[in-house]
């Protein structure tokens, strides 16, 4: 009876130390940031494709989105990716991003992603003879 006692003693507490290494980054950071955001900044409606090739060239996720001038989308990270990058804390995995601007203009860009790291995708920013621009924001 007590080696069960203290069994479930030392298993709750490893539990609880689990648990709230997990949990802390989030409490004192934040939640995670999305997967990527995209922004247009032309005057004009723009189709942007985007397609995120893993660590092993497999493709992990391709949308389309349709941009309205001035418009911001931004895309949560899906759960399988948040476990993926959480254990253990500060975990990076490499992922390249493909933009493809009205079935014309290509940019790629390979990121190390982690929960509070996502993509930051412009489109015509500042330069008109290369429209997609590709960074990263961290917090």
């Known amino acids: 009876m007590k080696k069960s006692y203290v ?27 999305p997967l990527f955001s995209i922004h247009n900044n032309d005057i004009n409606e723009h189709e ?19 941009m309205a ?7 949560s990270k899906p759960l399988w990716m948040l476990l993926q990058l959480s254990i253990p804390p500060e975990n990076e995995e490499n992922y390249t991003f493909k933009v493809t601007l009205d079935n014309n203009v290509t940019n790629t860009h390979q990121i190390g992603l982690q929960v509070w ?11 008109t003879e290369n429209p997609i621009s590709i960074g990263v924001s961290v917090v």
Do not use: H, R, W
């Open 7 to 33: 069994l479930l003693v030392v298993v709750s507490i490893v539990t609880l130390i689990a648990i709230c290494l997990i949990a802390m980054p989030y409490i004192f950071i934040g939640p995670p940031l």
């Open 48 to 66: 942007a494709v985007i397609e995120i090739f893993d660590s092993n060239n497999e493709s992990v996720f391709k949308q389309t989105y349709e």
């Open 69 to 75: 001038p001035e418009a911001m989308i931004s895309q």
């Open 117 to 127: 790291v996502m993509a930051d995708i412009m489109l015509y920013e500042d330069d």
